[in-house]
């Protein structure tokens, strides 16, 4: 049996439809109502859950202009760590406001906690699971912590080596995780389709033995959707109301209906890869009368001897398999045939 965790009742495997998380990251430009506003339409949109990132700048990183601290390139470039922060994260008091309307609308909701005052406030919420973002699989006192709540955890893996997810899987497991899944993420924002190799998700999944998703940073569905067929059964894409709503996410991340369309997509996906084989399908059964068969072309009598000139194979299907023409050509007829009368055995001496 594949691997398998649930998450607040829902199974999340191979064997179950893709487990869709719409992450809101700092995509609320600083606005409760917006955040709300973003629940009810990943709701909406048909995704399982909400994430949020629950840190403070002080939590996260040390409030300093040193080059370190300073972000050189990309889409942040010139801007502190401690600044970026600052506006990005989510107001700790706004978590319990976002966790009473997720459940109201009936989506769960959990977050990827930055250190153990993050793990603390979450379990105060109930969250049903974790997230440990790529930057922190490093983390592990923090991965042990976070396990030892005895909640399902999922965590990305960009960046880190062979080795280091191991060592990450290892804290989970020490820390007390029993449910435990791995993202495959590449993390670049946004980050190019040919970076993130998706063969390796199948890798993944054989090498660590846990269920195996893909956090995407390309800016459209088709790698999230392609990975399904590696095996993907967690997807997590950044969301938004607005692409052009100028947050630090805004850019790389899905509007409702790109979510609702990456939902739909990755299902369609899942049921067609069912099981091997070879068998006729359902929606076959109808069309084999239009296989090709073997057919008189031409009136014959009773003990004509039947030659290349008086069979064809066409369609439709009812008389004797194409295969079978060899067999046919050269027998006597057993009685008076029409033109355009199926071959039956039947028919032939």
Request: proline fraction near 3%; charged fraction near 25%; hydrophobic fraction near 45%.
């Given at each position: 049996m594949?691997?398998?965790?649930?998450?607040?009742g829902r199974k999340i495997g191979r064997d179950h439809p893709p487990y869709i998380i719409a992450e809101l990251s700092a995509n609320h430009n600083g606005k409760l109502e917006s955040a709300l506003t973003m629940?009810?339409?990943?709701?909406?949109a048909g995704a399982d859950a909400v994430k949020l990132q629950t840190y403070r700048p002080d939590t996260i990183t040390l409030d300093s202009n040193a080059p370190e601290f300073v972000i050189s390139g990309g889409l942040w470039d010139g801007r502190s760590l401690y600044e970026l922060y600052e506006e990005a994260h989510m107001p700790w008091e706004w978590h319990q406001p976002l966790f009473e309307h997720a459940r109201e609308a009936g989506i769960q909701i959990f977050s990827s906690a930055f250190d153990?005052?993050?793990?603390?406030?979450?379990?105060?919420?109930?969250?049903p699971a974790y997230k440990i973002a790529s930057?922190?699989?490093v983390d592990l006192p923090l991965i042990r912590y976070t396990a030892s709540t005895g909640k399902p955890m999922i965590i990305s893996t960009g960046m880190a080596d062979q080795e280091e997810i191991q060592e990450a899987v290892d804290a989970a497991k020490q820390g007390g995780c029993t449910q435990l899944a791995i993202l495959h993420c590449v993390s670049g924002y946004p980050a190019p389709p040919e970076d993130y190799k998706l063969r390796t998700i199948a890798d993944m999944?054989?090498?660590?033995?846990?269920?195996?998703?893909?956090?995407?940073?390309?800016?459209?569905?088709?790698a999230a959707v392609a990975s399904v067929a590696f095996g993907a059964a967690i997807i997590e894409k950044h969301f938004t109301l607005d692409r052009s709503g100028g947050g630090p996410d805004d850019s790389?991340?899905?509007?409702?209906?790109?979510?609702?369309?990456?939902?739909?997509?990755?299902?369609?996906?899942?049921?067609?890869?069912?099981?091997?084989?070879?068998?006729?399908k359902s929606s076959e059964q109808g069309n084999v009368q239009f296989r090709r068969s073997l057919y008189f072309v031409r009136d014959i009598r009773a003990g004509d001897t039947i030659d290349a000139s008086c069979v064809?194979?066409?369609?439709?299907?009812?008389?004797?398999?194409?295969?079978?023409?060899?067999?046919?050509?050269?027998?006597?007829?057993?009685?008076?045939?029409?033109g355009n009368t199926p071959v039956k055995w039947e028919l032939l001496e």
């Open positions: 594949a691997a398998e965790i649930c998450i607040a629940i009810s339409e990943a709701a909406k153990t005052t993050a793990v603390d406030l979450l379990e105060d919420l109930n969250a930057f922190e699989a999944m054989e090498r660590f033995g846990l269920v195996t998703g893909l956090s995407d940073h390309t800016l459209d569905n088709a790389f991340s899905l509007e409702p209906q790109d979510l609702q369309a990456l939902c739909k997509d990755t299902l369609t996906a899942w049921k067609a890869l069912g099981e091997v084989d070879y068998g006729r064809r194979s066409v369609r439709p299907g009812f008389g004797l398999a194409p295969k079978h023409l060899d067999e046919v050509i050269g027998r006597k007829a057993s009685r008076d045939i029409a």
